[in-house]
């Protein structure tokens, strides 16, 4: 603390100390060296003061500081409101009462005084408005308030810096990239410009000032305003929508985006608008089902594992996540299958998963369960299942013990939640063939499925009449963001095709807009052609960290067909994406072509030997998704001969990759002799890595 009479006050009010807290320095000083190891010293202290001194600011501040500490709101809370009767429009009191306002009663009934204190702080105190804000996301993210969640987070940024903002721009990749939430709720989302009368500008242009600092109450109260003179102007109601949902007011924010899609000319854009209602309709919505678990306590588990492996219904995992658990660990996993699997299983027609069941082992008897997982409508059954294969080995059911459930979801997600016995020896592509198989056949039957939101109508039947195909494309986006939820991305621009929509028209993107602040609703209308080198690797990115699979298949073709992106984004990472988007489509020669541009890009690395090995293991771990691959035989005797005498630890990592995926038939190649071009170093070779550099050495499910 200065005590230059002309320095600026150490209250942070900017007054010189001399005109302000002079009279009070050697008692703040003396609270200041208090405060942190004897609180309540500083709090009488500070008392004593606001007797003399109830008009200063930084007395009452600091007071309800240690008393929120001491988690005494209610007293904070009187002692702020005490002094904001003389000075209503202190900033930094404001910004304490809304603080605790927001930590006793939640923002849905502080908002008044948080956006006062927005309003009236922002300005001069950025840092405590961001602190708030921050906050006010994490309360819309446990209410489910995605959108809200976004916009705090990302006014939070606009106000701070240093590592603070570092922080919070961490904070929003990470909510970016959930999957869980719908992937247009993850983008930004922006106000359309409007065209209002003149003398409608002014307040229209206030409305949008506020929305900068986030007092998104204020802005719709100005447009409900406007909207009451200028009703039918839908850039006007989408915009109040965003506002409202923003604010986390989403049945307000819905209505207002139905009818901007009523009202907004441009097909795109209403289709867009009538896509965010639904979603957030969707989020309102209480028609969810979920996943419930039952606890039950089991005994003797090595004696248990034996009865649960004779169960017909039962199938042991072969390879369990290992999971930690705090008073155990887990000793099986099992399936709970819809019908018995026999002993020849026929691979294209295997029983689904209707329950998961994990057996935990503790030293502790108390801590010995099976934890039965399941659909709710389900777990009832696979539970009774289970006790009945278990006998006397699992507890009896308690009388009326319910199920706990573990998560809820749309029940639109319902068709695109399946799961398949897993065989090993079957390998990955095989079951990737059946998902796909899956997927065309789920939206199929979307396409003939009544909906609410059709008025009842099935997609198809509603796109026979035009003046439907908003609500039909909409409807379309609301599938893929479900499906996108649960791992798939159907092909959307075919599906219009299909139903015979209108396909979106291409949008021409200037050349000056980060691509980033795009809303992911249009990125499926990007013009490939016309986006700069930079826009390309923005858009990569954008769709890397979302996690888009056909959007991202788009952004990486694009890439490598533009030198000067490609060498910006990182050619290596690019091939390796593209590698793992054709595996995903099981498009197995073009994954091969991608590790091979993968090795040309690296070639004059020094440290090339190893980043090829890489991914020469990437290749091979890939090859393996089908086992049968005849070139598998062939990739195998190769790896041996380049890297087994040089680096004997890779045939250990060869060796369990082989095993864990059921190809036992290979391993006799492993043991063969390598050939002789193996184990002559030739000059001009790149070097092997020296000794002690082998343990950082990447394999397979690192990353
Ligand atoms: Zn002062």
Redesign the pocket.
């Known amino acids: 603390m200065s005590q230059d009479p002309y320095s600026p006050?150490?209250?942070g009010?900017g007054?010189k100390?001399k005109f302000?807290?002079q009279d009070i320095l050697s008692e703040m000083i003396r609270v200041e060296k208090l405060v942190e190891n004897q609180p309540d010293a500083a709090e009488k202290l500070l008392r004593q003061l606001l007797t003399k001194h109830s008009d200063k600011e930084?007395v009452v501040t600091r007071l309800s500081g240690i008393l929120v500490n001491k988690g005494e709101y209610q007293e904070a809370r009187t002692l702020l409101v005490d002094f904001l009767k003389a000075q209503p429009d202190e900033p930094r009191a404001l910004l304490a009462l809304a603080d605790v306002c927001l930590n006793t009663d939640g923002f849905g009934s502080s908002r008044r005084i948080i956006h006062r204190a927005f309003q009236l702080g922002s300005r001069q105190y950025p840092r405590s408005v961001a602190s708030l804000a921050v906050q006010i996301a994490q309360e819309m993210a446990r209410r489910g308030c995605a959108m809200s969640v976004r916009e705090h987070l990302a006014l939070s940024i606009r106000l701070s810096e240093g590592e603070y903002r570092n922080s919070l721009m961490m904070q929003l990749a990470n909510f970016e990239s959930q999957r869980t939430i719908p992937y247009p709720f993850r983008g930004r989302l922006s106000l359309l410009p409007v065209e209002v009368s003149e003398d409608l500008q002014k307040d229209e242009a206030v409305a949008r000032k506020v929305s900068q600092i986030g007092c998104w109450e204020p802005a719709s109260i100005i447009y409900r305003r406007l909207l009451e003179k200028d009703p039918n102007n839908g850039a006007l109601w989408f915009n109040l929508g965003l506002f409202h949902a923003w604010d986390g007011q989403l049945e307000s924010a819905a209505k207002a985006m139905h009818r901007a899609a009523e009202l907004i000319e441009e097909f795109d854009g209403a289709v867009e608008a009538e896509t965010l209602a639904e979603l957030i309709e969707m989020d309102l919505s209480t028609n969810t089902y979920g996943v419930a678990q039952h606890r039950i306590p089991v005994q003797s588990v090595s004696e248990l594992l034996t009865v649960l492996d004779d169960a017909e219904l039962l199938a042991r995992v072969e390879d369990p996540e290992e999971e930690g658990f705090e008073n155990g660990r887990v000793a099986a996993e099992y399936e709970f299958l819809s019908e018995a699997l026999g002993d020849e299983p026929d691979p294209n027609s295997l029983p689904a998963v209707k329950g998961d069941i994990t057996i935990v082992d503790s030293d502790d008897e108390a801590h010995r369960v099976a934890l039965v997982v399941a659909l709710d409508d389900d777990v009832d059954e696979v539970a009774a299942a289970f006790r009945e294969a278990a006998g006397d080995l699992a507890a009896a059911a308690e009388e009326g013990a319910e199920a706990t459930h573990l998560s809820r979801l749309p029940v639109e997600c319902r068709p695109f939640d399946w799961k398949v016995h897993h065989i090993n020896k079957l390998g990955g592509a095989h079951y990737r063939a059946i998902d796909q198989t899956r997927l065309t056949a789920a939206v199929e039957e979307w396409k003939q499925a009544a909906q609410g939101r059709l008025d009842n109508q099935a997609p198809a039947d509603a796109a026979k009449d035009e003046a439907n195909h908003r609500k039909v494309c909409a409807s379309i986006f609301v599938l893929g963001v479900v499906a996108n939820r649960m791992g798939y991305d159907p092909d959307l621009a075919q599906l219009r095709s299909d139903l015979g929509v209108p396909a979106p028209v291409a949008l021409d993107v200037d050349e000056n807009v980060n691509l980033t602040s795009l809303p992911m609703l249009q990125f499926e209308r990007v013009a490939d052609s016309e986006l700069t080198d930079a826009q390309v690797v923005e858009f990569a990115n954008r769709i890397t960290l979302i996690g888009h699979r056909r959007l991202l298949g788009k952004a990486l073709e694009l890439l490598v067909s533009r030198q000067a992106s490609l060498e910006e984004f990182s050619p290596m990472r690019a091939h390796l994406l593209r590698a793992n988007t054709a595996r995903e489509n099981n498009d197995f020669e073009l994954a091969s072509e991608c590790f091979e541009q993968a090795r040309k890009s690296v070639a004059d690395d020094p440290d090339s030997f190893r980043t090829k090995l890489e991914l020469d293991i990437r290749e091979f771990s890939c090859r393996l998704d089908r086992p049968d691959d005849p070139a598998l035989p062939d990739l195998l005797a190769s790896l041996r001969d380049r890297y087994f005498l040089k680096i004997p630890e890779i045939e250990e990592v060869i060796r369990e990759e082989l095993l864990s995926s059921s190809c036992e038939h290979l391993l006799e190649i492993l043991e063969a002799a390598p050939s002789a071009s193996g184990t002559l170093w030739t000059p001009g070779q790149a070097d092997p890595p020296p000794e002690g550099e082998k343990s950082k050495l990447w394999v397979p499910g690192q990353d």
């Open positions: 006050c150490f209250c009010n007054k100390l302000c807290c930084v």
